[in-house]
């Protein structure tokens, strides 16, 4: 794998696994919207934001701004004590962190959840920027995130790279001119990327 400057992470589902807890916070999101809520999609709404998720049943934007605050006051509840990171992760963190590489994170989900978890598991000072939902002033797939992280450095684009899970990450990373690198998860989801990898181990191969 090639060597680069400044590692950008998605978090949900790339750092981290947190599909168990994030299904009671749709769950509660869909209920105060008053949508269908089907459980087994919740794979793939954690894949987009939770504008593209709630785009897929209204264009209301009042009832928009319900949806996104009951997902968030849900996530309050016990989303950070319920998140773990995959077994791999915190080796590969370490590794980079320990080879001054730079790290971020660019994420849908609130960078005080965010920091909450890093806290916990105490790495938050391995990474030198977070942006979260309320800092995109666009969502994935638009460049907005890495735009905003990369303002930071004077690093050639062609030194970074954005690790995520799903299309919208991939996109954002090509949007922005970086390194599109896919971590397949197993379930043989299409989409462009630069590289694709099975694990976060083979960032430092």
């Known amino acids: 794998m090639k060597d680069y400057e400044l590692y950008i992470f998605d978090f949900d589902m790339t750092l ?16 105060v919207a008053g949508f269908p809520f089907d ?4 794979s793939e709404y954690m894949r987009e ?20 605050t009951a997902f968030i006051m849900e996530s309050e509840k016990d989303m950070v004590e319920s998140t773990s990171f995959f077994s791999e992760s915190m080796h590969v963190i370490e590794e980079l962190y320990d080879r ?12 005080y959840r965010i920091r909450q978890t890093l ?16 800092r995109m002033v666009e969502q994935k797939p638009s460049p907005y995130c890495i735009d905003l992280i990369m303002g ?15 299309p919208n990450d991939m996109l954002c990373a090509i949007n922005a001119g970086v390194d599109a690198i896919h971590i397949d ?13 099975h694990d976060l181990s083979e960032l430092i191969e």
């Open 185 to 197: 998860c197993g379930d043989a989801i299409e989409c462009v990327c630069d590289h694709r990898i």
């Open 39 to 42: 459980e087994r999609k919740c």
């Open 16 to 31: 981290v696994d947190s599909l168990k807890p994030s299904i009671g916070c749709y769950r509660k999101a869909f209920e």
């Open 152 to 166: 930071k450095y004077d690093i050639p684009r062609r030194n970074a790279c954005f690790i995520g899970d799903s």
């Open 49 to 68: 934001s939770l504008n593209q998720t709630f785009g897929r049943f209204s264009d209301c934007t009042c009832k928009l701004r319900e949806f996104v």
């Open 100 to 111: 001054g590489k730079i790290l971020c994170i660019a994420s849908g989900k609130t960078e």
């Open 119 to 134: 806290d916990r598991f105490g790495i938050t000072d391995h990474f030198d920027q977070i942006v979260g939902y309320k």
